[in-house]
């Protein structure tokens, strides 16, 4: 069983920055591509970005590409997402997944989920 808690929503005004971490349980997380969804109010989950177990290769949707940055600390066990010049649309329930393999963009396609975090933008 892999138990991921989020941290680090909250609100923020358009353009600021926030950063959001995803812990894990007992170093487990090295072994599995980690990654962030979201859901925005009356939307359908959406995927938002993915990094490999070790590190080496990220992925990320169209609409964040640029302004967001997946990383993880495997010393911590801990995988952030650094949000940047964020807008009101990025409002949403953000969450951390685990899965075994890279490059998916499904949510049946991650096996573990965190309970999720709100980011709300203002203008």
């Known amino acids: 069983q892999v138990l991921l808690v989020e941290s680090g929503g909250g609100l923020v005004q358009a353009g600021d920055s926030l950063r959001l971490s995803c812990a894990g349980s007992g170093g487990v997380l090295s072994y599995y591509t980690m990654g962030w969804f979201r859901q925005a109010p009356g939307k359908e989950r959406e995927f938002v970005a993915a990094i490999t177990a070790i590190g080496e290769r990220t992925d990320y949707e169209d609409l964040v590409k640029g302004r967001f940055t997946i990383s993880r600390d495997s010393a911590k066990d801990t995988v952030y997402l650094q949000m940047k010049s964020l807008k009101l649309e990025d409002t949403a329930v953000y969450y951390c997944?685990?899965?075994?393999?890279?490059?998916?963009?499904?949510?049946?396609?991650?096996?573990?989920w965190g309970q999720g975090t709100q980011v709300t933008v203002s203008s």
């Open positions: 997944v685990a899965s075994r393999f890279f490059g998916r963009r499904r949510e049946n396609e991650y096996d573990y």
